[in-house]
């Protein structure tokens, strides 16, 4: 199968976009809860945290299909991994059933 690399490279783009908008809205989040902000801003803050990691596992999937397994950087997947995990370990450990989580 012959890859269309424009095809291949606008997707890459895409991935990098929502790549930014979750390490934007983890910035965020971490940000909040460094101020001890109110819970409605907590709350809505992690809520952006949950779409945006959502959106790059999505973007991630479509543009795996693209690619032979072996031309894949999997590394910033894995990194986005690791830190919607940490950030879903710190909401569960630091009392925020408040919120719903």
Not at 17 to 23: I, L
Not at 52 to 79: C, M, R, T, Y
Request: charged share 30%; glycine share 2%.
């Amino acid at each position: 199968m012959k890859l269309n690399m424009a095809v291949v490279e606008a997707d890459k783009k895409l991935c990098s976009t929502e790549r930014k908008k979750f390490t934007w809205a983890a910035n965020n989040f971490n940000q909040a809860i460094d101020i001890a902000a109110p819970t409605k801003t907590i709350k809505s803050t992690y809520d952006e945290l949950r779409a945006a990691w959502s959106k790059a596992q999505k973007k991630h999937n479509e543009f795996v299909k693209l690619l032979p397994g072996e031309e894949l950087g999997e590394d910033w997947i894995k990194k986005l991994s690791k830190t919607s995990s940490k950030l879903e370990l710190h909401v569960k450990t630091d009392s925020y059933s408040v919120l719903g989580i």
